[in-house]
């Protein structure tokens, strides 16, 4: 048999997806699953937007269009993501409409870095997954940076100063944040900033397809601080905002990185579904009540199921400042069953319990003298979310191993 690459076979994944198959498997044997795994809004998109993308079928729009995307997106996203982020100069001409967010990860390091040189990419962990995972088939040097609880899942900045190095081309930051819904606020992004003046050779990828699902306070950018907008790569997009995750539409933009962004997408998709850019211009331009209150639907949703989880027996959960995740620690509920870690929990839940949550560990490695956490996507109803922790304490509750 030929061999497959060293690349192919390091490739790293969603482990998101490999729990969702397992969940998948389980219902099928008629197995009743309440599952908090899936990162995606439990909404379909507003229907003003369908519209649009039937429009666009009815009118023919079938063909290629231009790989940095379709005139009017351009403006219309360069308009929007400027108005969120205190009226930065985005231009048209530095926005680049991809198949997704997602995708610009990985050009953004292809972008920034070599294959094989030492070149190093930072990054938050736990993180989206996908970061070290491109990082590393790309041939850069992955760096994580730590996440601390006690920060509200934010890093120390003198963390960050001590893992910068000459080789280091590339920061990811990621607000609101997947796993923790952590965010970045403007003072972290202020002393983040600070660093990255004295190393003019980073860039920074900054990952904020969260930004209209940000609770704690406004949502800021760091490419709003001075001298961080020309080397901000700005990463948001149409998936969590409108519900649109399947229709695939991203947005990335830089002045200087878009026409390399465009020339990567030539070589890749080509361009970004026509169909799925016309509906996108039209959730950007229509009316924005069903993103609001979907916003607020998410809100509720979080104090509701951080309430109930610090009610659970050895969970306590910090209130996350954003997105749709809450990131539990249950290192003394790992004690009380008897489970010898996250994964060894979350398994136990799964098929004891009937509850599907992800481990940390699908996150990258866990941080040293953090503990213990899951994640749950509170992207699901009222009446999951109360009969899933109810389930999970239960479960608990029957499990403590007796004092001996
Ligand atoms: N970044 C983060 C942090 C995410 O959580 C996700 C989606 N789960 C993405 C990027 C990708 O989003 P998209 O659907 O736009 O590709």
């Given amino acids: 048999m030929p061999l497959l690459s060293q690349r192919a076979r390091s490739l790293g994944t969603e482990n998101a997806f490999v729990v969702l198959a397992e969940v998948n498997d389980l219902a099928r044997q008629g197995k009743d699953i309440i599952s908090f795994c899936i990162g995606q809004p439990d909404f379909p998109a507003p229907l003003h937007v369908q519209e649009a993308g039937i429009k666009a079928i009815r009118e023919g729009k079938h063909g290629y269009t231009p790989s940095a995307g379709i005139d009017p997106l351009r403006e219309a996203a360069a308009k929007y993501?400027?108005?969120?982020?205190?009226?930065?100069?985005?231009?048209?001409?530095?926005?680049?409409?991809?198949?997704?967010?997602?995708?610009?990860?990985?050009?953004?390091?292809?972008s920034t870095t070599d294959h094989g040189t030492g070149d190093e990419v930072?990054?938050?962990?736990?993180?989206?997954p996908i970061y070290e995972s491109q990082?590393?088939?790309?041939?850069a040097r992955p760096v994580p940076v730590q996440l601390r609880e006690e920060r509200d899942f934010a890093f120390d900045p003198a963390e960050l100063e001590r893992l910068i190095t000459p080789g280091t081309k590339l920061l990811i930051l990621n607000t609101p944040h997947n796993p923790t819904g952590g965010i970045l606020t403007r003072?972290?992004?202020?002393?983040?900033?600070?660093?990255?003046?004295?190393?003019?050779?980073?860039?920074?990828?900054?990952?904020?397809?969260?930004?209209?699902?940000?609770?704690?306070?406004?949502?800021?950018?760091?490419?709003?601080?001075?001298?961080?907008?020309?080397?901000?790569?700005?990463?948001?997009?149409?998936?969590?905002?409108?519900?649109?995750?399947?229709?695939?539409?991203?947005?990335?933009?830089?002045?200087?990185?878009?026409?390399v962004l465009t020339r990567w997408i030539t070589n890749t998709d080509s361009c970004a579904s026509q169909i799925s850019q016309w509906a996108a211009l039209e959730a950007i331009n229509g009316p924005q009540e069903a993103a609001e209150s979907m916003k607020q639907s998410f809100l509720e949703r979080r104090?509701?199921?951080?309430?109930?989880?610090?009610?659970?027996?050895?969970v306590t959960c910090r209130v996350p400042g954003g997105a749709f995740y809450a990131w539990p620690n249950v290192?003394?509920?790992?004690?009380?069953?008897?489970?010898?870690?996250?994964?060894?929990?979350?398994?136990?839940?799964?098929?004891?319990?009937?509850?599907?949550?992800?481990?940390?560990?699908?996150?990258?490695?866990r941080v040293a003298g953090d503990g213990q956490h899951v994640r749950f996507s509170y992207a699901a109803s009222r009446e999951a979310i109360e009969k899933g922790v109810a389930r999970m304490a239960q479960f608990i509750r029957a499990n403590t191993k007796k004092a001996a």
């Avoid at 990463?235 to 905002?241: H, M, R």
Wanted: with cysteine; aromatic share 10%.
């Fill in 81 to 110: 993501m400027a108005e969120m982020r205190g009226g930065l100069p985005i231009r048209p001409q530095d926005v680049v409409v991809g198949a997704g967010a997602k995708p610009f990860i990985a050009y953004a390091i292809l």
């Fill in 303 to 314: 104090d509701l199921i951080v309430g109930l989880l610090n009610k659970v027996p050895g």
């Fill in 187 to 259: 003072k972290a992004l202020e002393a983040i900033a600070a660093v990255l003046r004295k190393h003019p050779q980073v860039w920074i990828y900054a990952d904020e397809i969260y930004s209209r699902l940000c609770h704690a306070e406004s949502f800021f950018s760091i490419a709003q601080l001075p001298g961080m907008y020309e080397r901000t790569i700005i990463s948001d997009g149409a998936s969590k905002t409108w519900a649109m995750t399947g229709w695939r539409i991203g947005f990335a933009s830089n002045p200087q990185l878009a026409p």
């Fill in 331 to 365: 290192t003394e509920a790992c004690g009380l069953i008897g489970a010898a870690d996250s994964e060894a929990f979350r398994k136990r839940l799964l098929h004891e319990a009937g509850v599907a949550v992800l481990a940390d560990i699908h996150f990258g490695a």
């Fill in 122 to 128: 930072i990054y938050p962990n736990p993180g989206f």
């Fill in 135 to 139: 990082i590393i088939a790309c041939g």
